[in-house]
């Protein structure tokens, strides 16, 4: 499969990962090939997504050991982009405001750095769908939608994007309506993004959550809230669906690390 347009990537990988209990590195660079230690080995995650990544101009944001990011990525191509505080997936292209003016490419992608087997055809996909909407997200459909937002889509366009404390509320007829999930990997044409970022910026959502042991009402930005504007605008927003969930896999716990290395074994043999 062939792209369609020149394309630009940003890789998010600015966040510690809470949730690996026991790991206090960057959780990008986890190795999918374990070695003497469970957190020690080969081919980090985020290597592993670069080299799957569609040429052209790549960011990688950063905040949480960005000196270790940025040592494990050296043999690319790389501008960094630092984000000051962690306050979500918004303010991480916030972060890359300057970065993503400096781009001559029709189109961006924005894909997460702890998720590490989405095909390149799929990001191929994903960006040419770009065609015909302004804005694509990258859905998959899961035996269980556990935790996961759901793509809310009417006539081929995704009006919002709904997390899960909220479509769980819904009347059980509509919760199993929606059977699309967001994997969190989006791709959007530049100058739409460039016109929308403002808009974000200045939409904080005030998210109240533990700061050293103290409850503080903290000013967060979203993607998500992206697809609200863009639908008000009358711009369309789409969906490209993978087949295999696999390709979506986050590794945000041990557990997931382990799974992601037996899939990652499976898929490169002896690798």
């Known amino acids: 499969m062939e792209m369609n347009s020149s394309?630009?990537?940003?890789?998010?990988?600015?966040?510690?990962?809470?949730?690996?209990k026991m790991y206090d590195g960057n959780k990008t660079l986890l190795p999918l090939?374990?070695?003497s230690s469970s957190f020690e080995g080969q081919k980090p995650i985020l290597i592993h997504i670069l080299s799957t990544l569609p040429p052209g101009p790549q960011a990688v944001i950063v905040n949480y050991k960005s000196e270790d990011v940025k040592n494990a990525s050296q043999a690319f191509d790389l501008t960094y982009c630092h984000q000051p505080e962690l306050n979500g997936t918004g303010g991480a292209l916030l972060a890359a405001?300057?970065?993503?003016?400096?781009?001559?490419?029709?189109?961006?992608?924005?894909?997460m750095g702890d998720v590490p087997f989405v095909h390149a055809d799929t990001y191929i996909k994903l960006v040419n769908k770009l065609d015909e909407h302004h804005l694509v997200?990258?859905?998959f459909q899961p035996k269980d939608k556990k935790q996961y937002g759901v793509l809310e889509i009417r006539e081929n366009r995704v009006e919002k994007i709904t997390e899960a404390k909220y479509w769980m509320k819904y009347p059980k007829e509509k919760q199993a309506s929606l059977t699309i999930c967001n994997s969190g990997i989006y791709a959007a044409r530049l100058e739409t993004l460039r016109r929308f970022l403002p808009v974000l910026a200045s939409r904080p959502q005030i998210v109240r959550k533990e700061r050293r042991g103290v409850m503080t009402d903290i000013r967060e930005y979203f993607i998500t809230d992206i697809v609200e504007y863009m639908n008000a605008d009358g711009l369309s927003v789409g969906c490209s669906l993978t087949e295999n969930e696999a390709e979506t896999m986050g590794v945000d716990d041990p557990a997931a690390l382990e799974k992601a290395r037996k899939y990652y074994r499976e898929i490169m043999g002896d690798a």
């Open 33 to 35: 090939i374990p070695g």
């Open 97 to 111: 405001r300057d970065f993503l003016d400096s781009q001559s490419s029709e189109n961006v992608l924005i894909t």
């Open 137 to 139: 997200v990258l859905g």
């Open 7 to 20: 394309v630009t990537s940003i890789i998010m990988a600015a966040g510690r990962g809470s949730r690996m």
